[in-house]
């Protein structure tokens, strides 16, 4: 194994080396921000997501096996932390209110597109943001944070096979959700 | 769709498939089974999600990591300070006066021997400064590491040089001018701060303003140029303050900063 691997790192923190969390910190805090920022819109919020993966290595950073690869455990636990920051919120009720602000921050979206025409890009992202959750993170895990179908279907607990056929058809819904805002717009 | 054709392409936009795939996806669209139109439209959607921009994490994140690290690190630190004080502890429990007396003996005449046999002055002076120019050494490299941990650790090495030579100064100040980490920077002009009396440190320090960025660092420099009495500092905040967007706690303490060193 490689001494700077991901995995002799952590096995590194696992027996002591705290300092070895440093460079796995480096390789990791933006991806691992981008798939909080994809997945939440919420900058504060995915910093403290970040946070959190971190902490929890750090606290059970004993249990790590070294069995499989290091970015499939990583964002096992990064999928948990975000699974129970929206429960917790959930519980205190703030989710209603984030859907209503995110439905009226999302109608506004629409009008500005409509008055703007606009650009393909901002229709992508607003088509992505309007995706089922699951089917988000599928596409956000695979086209951004570069996970293999094979890993994706680790942290789902299902096979590669039920992940392809997801993935396309997320891919599909994520077209007709494009081509639907675009029509809208041209309407506009 | 077949389900096995959903699936060849979702491998073919994951850029899975070898040659011979390929082609079959190829006669797959040929014979009309996978419509072509369809798989056009995925494979451009696929290719335009890569232009959606993220915005970057704040310089904040780096800076609660490795306070969150350092304090683990204190904590595990402590857990085995209390070990290792327990050890003599247990051992002393275990003896006897007279075990004492015949250790304290042995000491003596271990305390005798070395004074005969021990190595000179001039030796030991020798091998100190040996050992500064291996720490230095050490530092310099480390300063070079990929991670922001090592960088600190080597910051805190050079606290420990009794003096500094050209090359580390000149290390420190190129990591002060050119570090990504905050943290590291700010561990930086602490160390330097020690030194404050070379001339280039000082001239190193007053340069180092315009080059940043960040508000804890600038305020940082500010502190630090009070303590050291650089009057030649106060033309660089000024033209901070004139040029830059800065925020308005920051603002506030450069003009006090300004007003003391002038």
């Known amino acids: 194994m490689n001494s700077n691997s991901d995995k002799a790192l952590m096995m590194k923190v696992k ?9 796995l910190f480096e390789r990791y805090h933006r991806p691992l921000f981008g798939y909080f920022y994809r997945m939440s819109k919420e900058q504060e919020v995915s910093e403290d997501l970040v946070q959190s993966v971190f902490e929890r290595l750090l ?86 944070e570069g996970l293999k179908y094979k890993e994706i279907a680790e942290l789902y607990d299902t096979t590669e096979g039920a992940v392809k056929v997801k993935m396309f058809r997320a891919m599909k819904e994520l077209k007709n959700l494009v081509n639907q805002i675009d029509k809208d717009c041209s309407y506009g | 769709m077949d389900k096995n054709y959903e699936q060849l392409i979702a491998d073919y936009l994951a850029g899975n498939l070898d040659k011979e795939q390929k082609v079959r996806v190829e006669e ?16 451009t959607l696929h290719e335009d999600l890569g232009a959606i921009p993220i915005p970057k994490p704040s310089e904040q994140q780096s800076i609660r ?22 050890i003599p502890r247990s051992i002393f429990a275990l003896l006897t006066m007279p075990r004492l007396a015949y250790a304290a003996v042995l ?72 570090d990504p980490s905050v943290n590291v920077r700010v561990q930086t ?21 315009a ?12 502190d630090a140029m ?23 706690t920051v603002q506030q303490k450069l003009q006090t900063s300004i007003a003391m060193l002038m």
């Open chain 1, 15 to 23: 027996n002591g080396d705290l300092d070895k969390l440093g460079l």
């Open chain 1, 59 to 144: 606290k059970y950073r004993q249990t790590y096996s070294g069995d499989g690869k290091f970015s499939t455990w990583l964002f096992s636990i990064a999928r948990n932390a975000h699974i129970d920051h929206y429960r917790k919120e959930q519980r205190n009720g703030v989710t209603l209110e984030i859907d209503e602000n995110r439905l009226e921050a999302e109608d506004n979206g629409q009008e500005l597109l409509v008055r703007n025409k606009a650009d393909k890009k901002e229709i992508l992202e607003k088509a992505l943001d309007l995706l089922e959750e699951e089917k988000r993170e599928i596409i956000i895990l695979s086209r951004y």
């Open chain 2, 28 to 43: 797959l669209i040929a014979s009309g089974e996978i419509d072509f139109v369809e798989f056009r439209e995925l494979e």
């Open chain 2, 65 to 86: 990591f490795y306070e969150m690290l350092e304090e683990e690190k204190q904590q595990v630190r402590a857990s085995w300070t209390n070990r290792l004080l327990e």
């Open chain 2, 107 to 178: 000491l003596m005449i271990g305390g005798f021997a070395g004074a005969q046999f021990g190595s000179s002055d001039s030796e030991i002076e020798q091998l100190s400064r040996e050992m500064q120019q291996m720490k230095e050494m050490m530092m310099v490299n480390m300063l070079e590491g990929a991670s922001a941990a090592d960088r600190l650790k080597a910051v805190n090495i050079s606290t420990e040089l009794p003096g500094a030579d050209t090359e580390a100064i000149h290390a420190l100040l190129f990591t002060l001018n050119n």
């Open chain 2, 189 to 209: 002009i602490e160390a330097l701060k020690r030194w404050g009396d070379n001339e280039r440190v000082r001239q190193g320090l007053v340069q180092s303003i």
């Open chain 2, 211 to 222: 080059k940043q960025q960040s508000p804890i660092v600038i305020v940082e420099l500010a």
């Open chain 2, 226 to 248: 009070l303590e050291l009495e650089l009057k030649n500092s106060a033309p660089e905040f000024q033209r901070l303050l004139q040029e830059r967007e800065l925020d308005y």
